[in-house]
């Protein structure tokens, strides 16, 4: 399999990747990183994770000018793919879906050949996430469950481009995660290989999750006032710290208290406070992870100003108070290092 991304005027090599198509579990996962900048504080920034049958690119652009992106791969491949910047236009051989991206949305679709290409607007940091991965690959992540999309495995199996669903949805908190931690990811060799496959499992999982909730998640919500929902989760998702209360919510968004509470709830799957708290809870179990931070410091950088409230809140979410938390990933970091010791 040929993967290839090219800017357009003047021509400039992004992404040149080969691979076999085939399922190793034992091969090697590489990484490269590609930093193209310019005078004109123009930037490609990509990331790519490469082994048999997968690859995953993390790509970050930003021009000046309005610039044309081609992107191709030469043979079969079932693509994860998370947009993180709304306006491009996208246009896709023998594939047809929505003609302008949607910011933090996401989707999966099959292909024989693709060819696509991307115009990316001046003076916009464009993101995504895209997991290539061979059909034997994909086989094998889903192991030939094909009822978890019947429509969709029709497609792969009589060689038909489509997507997963007609239109893109919006990250699930738990989409959003995962992602994180997967652009997040340092660990190194065999655990970083057996770490991403099975963040790559448990993405599909959560895909498949919103696809099967989707026609609650579209009922009775027009255009309009989805596109303030998103508005409304991505000023939460920007400052989960300092968040505004419902009714500041809902001005910043223009729309009324009780369509926002429905509404985010039908397209989110939870409340705006239940969103709240798991994105700090999410943070701070990222802080204890990484950090030697106190309880005290944690509960202050996920917004509470009470440690009281910040330690019952944690033990609610995850089952057990901070404290306990805090050795347990002492220990697990204790076990990991003795492990990757012996590769």
């Known amino acids: 399999m040929k993967i290839e991304a090219t800017l357009l005027t003047p021509e400039t090599p992004i992404i040149k990747i080969k691979i076999g198509d085939k399922y190793y579990p034992k091969s090697i996962l590489t990484e490269e990183n590609i930093n193209i900048e310019n005078s004109d504080k123009e930037k490609i920034i990509s990331r790519h994770l490469i082994t048999e049958g997968m690859v995953l690119l993390d790509t970050q652009m930003h021009f000046s000018t309005s610039k044309t992106v081609i992107f191709e791969i030469d043979e079969e491949s079932v693509v994860m793919n998370f947009i993180y910047s709304s306006n491009v236009e996208t246009k896709i051989e023998h594939l047809e879906g929505e003609k302008y991206s ?54 792969i199996l009589n060689k038909k481009n489509s997507y997963l669903t007609s239109k893109y949805l919006p990250f699930t908190p738990a989409i959003q995660w995962v992602t994180h931690e997967i652009k997040s990811c340092t660990r190194q060799g065999a655990l970083k290989r057996i770490y991403i496959e099975s963040k790559i499992k448990e993405l599909l999982i959560y895909q498949l999750e919103a696809l099967n909730t989707k026609p609650s ?75 030697k931070a106190t309880v005290s410091e944690v509960a202050y950088k996920c917004g509470y100003k009470d440690v009281s409230h910040f330690s019952a809140a944690f033990k609610n979410f995850y089952g057990f108070s901070p404290q306990k938390f805090k050795l347990n990933t002492d220990f697990i970091k204790i076990w990991l290092i003795g492990f990757s010791l012996l590769f």
């Open 102 to 155: 949607k910011e933090n949305t996401h989707n999966i679709f099959y292909t024989e050949n693709f060819k696509a290409s991307f115009n990316i607007p001046p003076f916009t940091q464009t993101n995504y996430l895209s997991i290539i991965l061979s059909k034997e690959f994909y086989y094998n992540v889903i192991n030939e469950d094909w009822q978890l999309h019947e429509k969709f495995s029709k497609n």
């Open 217 to 291: 998640v579209q009922e009775n919500i027009d255009e309009e006032d989805y596109t303030k929902l998103l508005e409304a989760k991505k000023i939460l998702d920007n400052d989960y710290r300092n968040t505004p209360t419902l009714p500041e919510l809902s001005r910043l968004i223009s729309l009324n208290e009780f369509k926002l509470k429905k509404g985010f709830k039908a397209c989110f799957g939870t409340t705006v406070k239940s969103y709240i708290i798991k994105l700090r809870m999410e943070q701070a179990k990222e802080l204890f992870q990484n950090k």
